[in-house]
């Protein structure tokens, strides 16, 4: 016993530190590539080369046509592997009324379990149904709870009185077992809502096999065992959609309970749950639900496909920056199987297109400020004008994609400056080019992205319309208008006044060195000794490499007046800095899109590596790599919530103390 708890304590801990020497290696590599001798002739020439004055370092080519497919085909591979179940109940009965629906079984059974698949509304204070028993359909008694799953313990005396329905367990399966055995045999059962309207999608019912021996082992009943109204049809007519047990494929899970199931009321045409953030994101997590039904596979392939287009998107950008197969490559693997790029990605929220459209912001960003001073007007500023369209879908999507405007606009004007400069060396013209410019992004960034911004909130319109249908299309205007307006100010007043608490909640500088993951899913198994689980956190190579290639940016930027390196800074601290005031909760998800441009950070490394010493610095990028994929395998189970034995992540993947309880 004692020399067990010891591996469990010692074991881990040794791949965390061998995980530092290596990223300490990898830094010190880098350094022994990059140092330059003071005063040198490159020393000298780089302290005197102007930013922005390099053109991109090369483009997109036949010859990357294989590379980009492959990568995008590898990740798309693994993501969309048991992303969710493609079946869930797709019929509801719906209580409009408290009518009870009243169970007769075929014969007296000793009952279990009862289990249940939540669907549209909720209960208040958790009760939502009132479960009752009866031997003769006269004489009705409430259960005894027998058992619940840890996280449902607190629920103990509310589920004596039946069963809970909330929003924290929506489009879920839900069971409860009770003591049957203190009881005598039931013949009845009868189904009373609490509150309406609600929704259940089916409805199973576990019994001992004899009634006499609770050692027979358990059947479930089949919907011939059970006589019921024409009414209730809909709780037993798919029977075989039930599990043997809840997991986080065959149910929502974390904030899925809000945004899948408001993606699902705009579909139902219902007016919004979750008015927290704009509603763009659950909009297109519709579209998914519309192709695939209302199962996990339907409200989480949206955030999946989003989350594969990211890889060719930043490998073009990788390219462009670094000109490079092999960086664009390794920084585009990098990335795909980041923690929290798989994460997030695979799980029904709007982070994912909030990280989906900054990278297009800085893409067609870059390539805006490397555009050459002789192009044409348009040429010039259609990267722009998609920039400024990328800027207002993704703030459409989720309030945090605004932070990136303050990193797109101080490039934007050193962009200027350095026209302005090149225009009176050349003696051309620069104001009309830059009034034209001007207009060009009020165009792109405000008032186009306004109109999609506001035209977003027709779901919240519809529900309330008049009978009959607005009068004008003035009327409808007005009505979308309020709507926007008065959901701005309702997020506004909840994010600014927030004063929740959460046990996973992190602080911006716990961000930085991966020191407090957050728990989506946990599922013990007792019997077989496995364990579930699914976490969201960084890549702890990944992560604590990227501090030293922000570093690295920084000197970069400095003695070699690197324009890369201000690109990545720019980009990097307009999402991590605009944390550091906010008082208050936070999550290590906010670090996402942050964890972008550490990737981008580290192909820097790469490229300057690979610049000085081509064979040496290529052989470094792809171990550096292939160690991020490694560990990615390794920490699969807990980024995926494979069941697999308690041993393995106790002895394999608790590397930091108190918060990798993995």
């Not at 693994?78 to 009965?93: E, K, Y």
């Not at 909640?505 to 961000?511: G, M, P, S, T």
């Not at 970069?556 to 999402?575: D, V």
């Amino acid at each position: 016993m004692i020399q067990n708890l010891t591996a469990k304590m010692v074991v881990p801990k040794l791949f965390a530190v061998a995980a530092i020497i290596y990223v300490l290696f990898f830094l010190y590599i880098y350094y022994r590539h990059e140092k330059l001798r003071s005063l040198s002739l490159e020393w000298i020439e780089r302290r005197n080369k102007p930013l922005f004055s390099l053109k991109r370092s090369g483009g997109m080519t036949r010859k990357d046509a294989l590379p980009i497919l492959l990568v995008t085909a590898i990740y798309a591979a693994v993501t969309f592997f048991n992303l969710g179940n493609t079946f869930s109940p797709q019929s509801f009965h719906r209580f409009e009324k408290n009518t009870p629906v009243v169970l007769e079984l075929r014969r007296p059974e000793m009952i279990e379990e009862v289990q249940y698949f939540t669907g549209l509304f909720k209960g208040y204070n958790k009760r939502a149904y009132k479960l009752e028993f009866s031997a003769d359909g006269k004489t009705w008694r409430s259960g005894m709870v027998q058992e619940w799953s840890k996280e449902q313990q607190k629920y103990l005396e509310i589920a004596q009185e039946g069963l809970p329905q909330d929003y924290s367990e929506t489009f879920r399966w839900r069971s409860v077992k009770y003591l049957t055995h203190l009881m005598e045999p039931t013949q009845y059962l009868r189904l009373t809502p609490l509150y309406t309207p609600l929704e259940m999608g089916e409805l199973s019912i576990t019994v001992w096999n004899d009634p006499d021996n609770r050692q027979s082992g358990l059947r479930t009943l089949t919907a011939d065992e059970i006589i019921f109204d024409a009414e209730a049809v809909k709780l037993f007519d798919e029977q075989h959609l039930v599990p043997e047990r809840y997991d986080v494929l065959n149910s929502t899970h974390f904030d899925e309970i809000y945004h899948a199931y408001t993606a699902y009321e705009f579909i139902e045409g219902i007016y919004p749950y979750e008015t927290t953030h704009p509603p763009l994101g659950k909009l297109i997590t519709a579209a998914g639900i519309k192709l695939f039904g209302m199962t996990p596979f339907g409200w989480r392939f949206m955030p999946a496909l989003f989350g594969v287009f990211m890889i060719p998107l930043l490998y073009i950008l990788l390219k462009w920056m670094f000109g490079k197969t092999i960086v664009s490559v390794c920084g585009s693997l990098l990335f795909a199987f980041e923690f929290m790029h798989f994460v997030q990605t695979r799980i029904s929220t709007i982070d994912v297109y909030c990280v989906f459209f900054i990278l297009c912001m800085y893409l067609f960003m870059y390539r805006y400020i490397t555009t050459d001073f002789n192009a044409s007007f348009w040429k010039t500023n259609l990267p722009l004008i998609l920039c400024g369209l990328s800027f207002g879908v993704g703030v459409a999507a989720k309030w945090q994609c605004a932070y990136a405007g303050a990193g797109l606009f101080l490039l934007f004007c050193i962009y200027q400056v350095r026209r302005a400069d090149y225009c009176r060396r050349n003696e051309r013209g620069f104001i009309p080019f830059f009034l034209g410019t001007a207009g060009v992004a009020l165009a792109s960034f405000i008032l186009i992205p306004g109109v999609v911004y506001i035209t977003c909130y027709i779901p919240y319109v519809m529900p309330n319309a008049p009978e009959g249908g607005f009068e004008s299309m003035k009327e409808f205007i007005k009505a979308l208008w309020e709507a926007c307006k008065e959901n701005q100010i309702k997020m506004y007043n909840y994010h600014s006044k927030l004063e929740a608490t959460h046990n996973y909640a992190a602080r911006w500088y716990q961000w930085l060195v991966d020191a407090k993951p957050i728990l989506y899913y946990w599922n013990s198994v007792g019997a077989d000794g496995t364990r579930g689980t699914l976490w969201a956190f960084t890549n702890p190579v990944t992560t604590w490499a990227g501090l030293g290639a922000i570093v690295a940016c920084g000197f970069g930027l400095f003695l070699r007046r690197s324009h890369r390196a201000l690109f990545i800074l720019i980009a990097y601290l307009s999402q991590l800095v605009p944390w550091i005031p906010i008082s208050r909760i936070t999550f290590p998800y906010h670090y996402f899109p942050s964890m972008l441009f550490i990737c981008v950070a580290i192909a820097y490394l790469f490229n300057r590596m690979i610049e000085r010493s081509p064979k040496r610095g290529a052989r470094h990028t792809i171990a550096f790599t292939a160690v991020s994929v490694f560990l990615f395998a390794l920490f699969y189970p807990a980024l995926s919530g494979t069941q697999v034995p308690a041993w393995y992540p106790d002895y394999l993947l608790r590397w930091l103390p108190y918060n990798w309880n993995f």
